[in-house]
């Protein structure tokens, strides 16, 4: 629900039939293949998938750190392709981007970090080092501003790498596993930021991550990046709720219990959204069927503020009984769907 | 034991020393930095990717680099007779030094350079620096206590070379250890000479960890 909301809609990024091929000892090696993709002004759109998927190699090629084999990339109406040198590198200064190691300059400190990017655009001393400032109070660190990154933590330096990123007002801040590096509570406070960052200033946000928290947490779309194809797009609510394909699954249902020992063989996942969570559906679908159904596994998760969860009960035996169940559970307007292999 | 004359010998000598040692290093350096700096950018993970220029370097470098610096010595006579004017004394041995340092210094610098984290390159680059600005604003600024410390061997090593030129009447106090200490079998001054040059190599040595040390903020 969150995506068209909260966006205007407009692609910023725009890539089409994108793809990029390495080349490896053994002959060339595909890193992205026929990537098609948008990213809306003012949303905060994630890239999920594992690692060596080609997640980081995607948003290298939305500010062409790398450049594309194949296909196309527009920012803001302009094919990256088309750009003198000079001209790309305007454009990536309206394209800021934090990575999971920091990467900070270790002999400047983090105030001369902020103005480092402002140094390179040509802006005025005097103005980087008010600017510089601003930020760093803004991403809450301003006490830090004479210190060098060796002696921050990791959630002080990836702060410092935001006001860093956000120094030439970019309209895009790419993260590239941003938050891999941070144990859980820092991760939350980095991505607080990221979502306050995405309000305030309206900068759009592209997330790069392996975490399925971490698109939980703050993005509204999301992609699903699967052995160098995008497998499915789309609301993060969408693809949480009903996944379509196999690789979506893997992701949002990670923790397969894949159990025996029980006698029915007939398995059925229900996924609930937010309304529904409060019914006790299941303790009704039991009593009106007067059959035990057996939980063989649940999760709940709580997207943009709204319950979502889904679970998997075992069927009775009674292939009719179990047919109705699961018209019973759809009639209650949650999804329901068999699965194989549980049992 | 040592009278006036050997004393005012020993003290020009060293005189002569850090004048040859000082400016060959510098001039090296004025050669080899550029040149290391070429091969890292140039290099196939660089960010100005030339493979051939870099191959071409790489190649220069390595032969300059395999003549032993005696045979050096003698062979750029010629050359040193034609800039310097005279094939003896430390303005002669300059020429040799640096013909043979500046490869040294390239690939020392070179070393340093490549230990810059690729990540706060790309993070630049991400920023829209061009390879130049990320050079003088990134590689070498992150590079400065390892460029300090790679001068330090350097010069170091130069001392070492310019001793040898005493060979070929290059002045300095090699010069002197080989005239006296070894053509002349008084080994007294040639203990006095390379006591000196051992005590240069520590202040030297000291110098150098020092400033780099000074300049390094990565341990905080």
Not at chain 1, 281 to 292: G, K, N, P, T, Y
Not at chain 2, 143 to 166: D, E, K, N, Q, W
């Amino acid at each position: 629900m969150g995506s068209d909301t909260m966006s205007s809609g407009n692609p910023i990024i725009r890539i089409e039939g994108l793809s990029k091929t390495f080349q490896g000892v053994s002959g060339d090696i595909s890193a992205l293949e026929d990537i098609s993709l948008e990213i809306r002004e003012g949303e905060i759109f994630g890239i999920i998938g594992m690692s060596g998927a080609g997640k980081s190699t995607l948003v290298r090629c939305m500010n062409f750190l790398e450049k594309p084999t194949k296909g196309k990339v527009w920012f803001n109406g302009r094919d990256l392709s088309q750009l003198t040198k000079k001209e790309l590198y305007q454009i990536r200064r309206s394209i800021g981007m934090i990575f999971q190691q920091f990467n900070l300059l270790m002999q400047r400190t983090v105030a001369g970090n902020v103005c480092f990017p402002l140094e390179i655009a040509g802006v005025d001393k005097k103005a980087a080092a008010k600017r510089a400032e601003e930020l760093l109070t803004l991403v809450g660190i301003s006490d830090r501003a004479d210190s060098y990154p060796s002696q921050l933590s990791g959630g002080q330096r990836q702060r410092v790498a935001i006001a860093r990123a956000l120094a030439t007002n970019p309209r895009v801040l790419l993260c590239d596993e941003a938050t891999s590096a941070l144990d859980p509570s820092t991760t939350r406070g980095v991505l607080t930021l990221l979502r306050d960052i995405n309000r305030r200033l309206g900068i759009t946000i592209v997330v790069i991550t392996h975490q399925m928290k971490v698109i939980e947490e703050i993005c509204s779309r999301v992609a699903i990046l699967d052995s160098s194809h995008i497998a499915e797009v789309g609301s993060v609510e969408d693809i949480f709720t009903r996944p379509k394909t196999s690789a979506a699954r893997r992701l949002v249902f990670p923790e397969d219990p894949s159990m025996g020992k029980l006698s029915g063989t007939r398995c059925c996942r229900i996924v609930f959204n937010g309304n529904s969570a409060l019914e006790p559906v299941i303790a009704e679908m039991v009593l009106e069927f007067r059959q035990v159904v057996n939980i063989l596994f649940a999760d709940m998760k709580n997207i943009d503020g709204k319950a979502f969860g889904h679970i998997v009960i075992q069927l009775p035996d009674s292939g009719m009984v179990a047919d109705r169940m699961m018209e019973y559970v759809r009639s209650k307007g949650l999804t329901a769907e068999e699965v194989e292999g549980y049992v | 034991m040592f009278d006036m004359e050997i004393f005012r010998m020993i003290g020009s000598g060293l005189l002569e020393t850090l004048y040859m040692v000082l400016v060959s290093t510098a001039m090296a350096y004025v050669l080899g930095l550029p040149l290391g700096i070429a091969l890292v950018i140039t290099d196939k993970d660089g960010i100005r990717p030339m493979p051939f220029v870099n191959r071409f370097i790489g190649i220069v470098v390595n032969v300059l680099r395999s003549v032993p610096f005696l045979i050096l010595l003698i062979t750029v006579l010629p050359i040193t007779k034609k800039i310097v004017g005279t094939t003896i004394g430390p303005n002669a041995t300059v020429v040799p030094l640096v013909i043979a340092s500046a490869p040294f210094v390239a690939r020392v610098v070179e070393s340093s350079l490549k230990e810059v984290d690729k990540g706060v390159i790309e993070a630049a680059q991400s920023m829209g620096a061009s390879p130049w600005k990320i050079v003088y604003k990134v590689i070498l600024p992150e590079a400065r206590p390892s460029l300090i410390v790679g001068g330090t061997i350097a010069v170091t090593t130069i001392l070492g070379y310019s001793a040898m030129a005493g060979i070929v009447a290059g002045g300095g106090l090699g010069d002197i250890a080989i005239r006296y200490g070894f053509y002349r079998y008084q080994t007294n001054i040639m203990l006095v000479t390379v006591a000196l040059l051992i005590l240069i190599v520590q202040i030297l040595q000291e110098i150098g960890m020092k400033l780099a040390n000074i300049g390094d903020r990565r341990n905080g």
